[in-house]
């Protein structure tokens, strides 16, 4: 066993933490299991109490940092991301082992970006936020899309899910987040209107024609960072972000043998080049549990020495688009991507 093979979970005893383990282990990696409670993390399924683990708050910076020494590369699970990125990616880096996290809050990417790219840079590893579903899926949809340019006049993401059951971490997250959410504007971040602008998303079926409305996640940080983007513009159907509201809606249940919820997914991409409109689509099950072939599947190429770049990095940025979205369709059977000429979506 070697640093190249260990990689710390820090949440590794929430809802996406649990997956990640899961996936790290499918890919004969070595997860290191860490949290804040000790309590929680000796109540981990069976199937993970064999594995190491390290009880560290995130407030302890010389105990996180020696904590991740050892590891090759820290994978942060644990949201609101507004507490935990920035003290777990400096203890990353400072032990010289690669951050990676599934944020979909702006202000995390944005500060990242700022504060570890030099030090990350000086250490010799990379650090990726949002490498996930909200994030990360649209960004390397966006990236592939574009095929090795760099510039596009206009882009659009909808996201489409059937219903969203949320965890305690979302819950949590959005009370924790208030910060004014960002588009690209006129080349530029700006702030979204408000109220935010809504219409009608044409989705591929079975959700189809869906009432939605702006929502802009991480994904508006991580393509601002490496694209040359006129217009950005991120979109959610209505229907979920009322369940999303509804502080009656349950947390997602397990309903087949890798844990994966009932709810279904789409990822809609629409780029824009002078004439030119490609649509890449990206469709699957459970929102959280995608998360972790996405994660992991970074991890294991950051490991492997397959990333492009060191330094504070987009997902598209760090890793060939292209390539990580045809690896999660082929390997972890984790999505299904589409693309084609867009029609004209009103
Ligand atoms: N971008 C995406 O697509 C995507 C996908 C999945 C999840 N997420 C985000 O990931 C986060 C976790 O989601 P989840 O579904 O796994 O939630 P969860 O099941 O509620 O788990 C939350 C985890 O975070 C830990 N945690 C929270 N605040 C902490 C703090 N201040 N210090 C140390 N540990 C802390 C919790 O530790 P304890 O057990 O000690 O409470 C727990 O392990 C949320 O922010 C969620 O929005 C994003």
Redesign the pocket.
């Given at each position: 066993m070697n640093a190249t093979d260990r990689v710390l979970v820090?949440?590794?005893?929430?809802?996406?933490?649990?997956f990640v383990v899961d996936e790290l282990l499918r890919r004969d990696l070595v997860p290191v299991l860490a949290?804040?409670?000790a309590e929680?993390?000796a109540a981990v399924p069976p199937r993970h109490a064999a594995l190491e683990r390290r009880v560290v708050?995130?407030e302890e910076p010389d105990v996180l940092r020696r904590a991740v020494a050892g590891t090759g590369a820290v994978v942060n699970?644990?949201?609101?991301?507004l507490?935990?990125a920035l003290p777990l990616a400096h203890a990353a880096v400072g032990a010289g082992a690669h951050y990676l996290?599934?944020?979909?809050?702006q202000p995390v990417v944005a500060a990242l970006y700022r504060e570890l790219d030099a030090p990350a840079r000086a250490a010799g590893v990379a650090v990726v936020p949002?490498m996930?579903?909200?994030?990360?899926?649209a960004d390397l949809l966006v990236t592939a899309a574009l095929g090795g340019g760099s510039r596009a006049d206009e882009v659009e993401v909808a996201i489409g899910l059937d219903r969203w059951w949320?965890?305690?971490?979302?819950?949590?997250?959005?009370t924790r987040n208030t910060a004014t959410r960002q588009v690209i504007r006129g080349g530029a971040l700006t702030a979204l209107e408000s109220p935010a602008p809504s219409r009608t998303w044409s989705y591929p079926s079975p959700l189809g024609d869906q009432p939605v409305v702006q929502l802009p996640?991480?994904e508006v940080i991580t393509i601002d960072r490496h694209l040359d983007v006129g217009e950005l513009r991120s979109y959610l159907n209505t229907a979920a972000l009322d369940d999303l509201r509804d502080a009656a809606t349950p947390?997602p249940a397990s309903t087949d043998e890798h844990g994966r919820s009932a709810q279904r997914f789409v990822v809609d991409v629409v780029v824009r080049r002078g004439g030119d409109a490609l649509r890449m689509t990206a469709t699957g099950r459970d929102?959280?549990a995608?998360?972790a072939p996405i994660v992991v599947e970074g991890a294991v190429r950051l490991l492997g020495g397959r990333h492009r770049t060191v330094g504070a990095a987009a997902p598209g940025e760090a890793f060939d688009a292209a390539d990580v979205l045809a690896t999660l369709e082929r390997d972890a059977g984790a999505v299904a991507v589409r693309s084609g000429a867009a029609r004209v979506l009103g």
């Open positions: 820090y949440g590794a005893t929430g809802h996406t933490g649990r949290g804040r409670s929680r993390l708050g995130i699970c644990a949201g609101p991301f507490d935990t996290d599934v944020t979909a809050e949002a996930a579903f909200y994030g990360g899926l949320p965890t305690a971490g979302t819950r949590a997250t959005g996640f991480s947390a929102i959280y995608v998360s």
